[in-house]
């Protein structure tokens, strides 16, 4: 589930970038192609980090911060877009989410993988997981009522909450 929510990160931000940046910033398409650089910095500086904190940290405390500040990175999203921020608000939370995605990813592969024995059972159930909640969310996000921010922070929301549920009920399941 955890991976899934780096997946629900990146396709929910392709899909609702766009619309957010025209509708709500009034940017240029080549303008939103300038500004988007700074969010794809945030994955380029997350990959070439991973490897560091992954061998200096615990990775279920990587997890849970991660999660964390997703969590509060979506509220902020939304807010910057109600309360007009400048785009560079908008872009420099987005580069946050995506570092941090970025980070929760190997941290939850690394977790997923060594959870059962058979490593190509977890291997494809991860893969079916972080696809599946990806199109799952750019789906409900088309649902939701609202302008894009407030679909894609919701979205964000809920698979939070869902990875939360699910980990305090697989917590309380293994305690029996």
């Not at 589930?1 to 910033?25: D, E, K």
């Not at 500004?35 to 490897?51: E, H, K, V």
């Amino acid at each position: 589930m955890i991976i899934g929510l780096c997946s629900t990160v990146s396709y929910g931000y392709a899909a609702a970038a766009p619309m957010i940046t025209q509708h709500m910033l009034h940017l240029t398409p080549s303008e939103y192609g300038y500004w988007n650089l700074i969010a794809l910095a945030g994955t380029l500086i997350s990959g070439l980090s991973a490897p560091r904190i992954l061998h200096r940290f615990d990775t279920n405390k990587i997890i849970m911060v991660a999660i964390a500040i997703i969590f509060i990175g979506a509220i902020l999203l939304y807010l910057s877009v109600q309360f007009n921020a400048r785009a560079l608000v908008f872009f420099l939370i987005c580069a946050v989410l995506y570092y941090f995605s970025g980070l929760l990813f190997p941290s939850a592969t690394l977790f997923a993988s060594s959870a059962i024995k058979d490593k190509a059972s977890a291997s494809s159930m991860m893969s079916f997981m972080n696809m599946g909640s990806a199109m799952l969310a750019v789906i409900i996000m088309g649902y939701l009522p609202g302008n894009s921010a407030l679909q894609f922070s919701l979205i964000l929301m809920v698979f939070i909450a869902i990875n939360i549920i699910s980990g305090i009920f697989l917590k309380r399941d293994n305690q029996s």
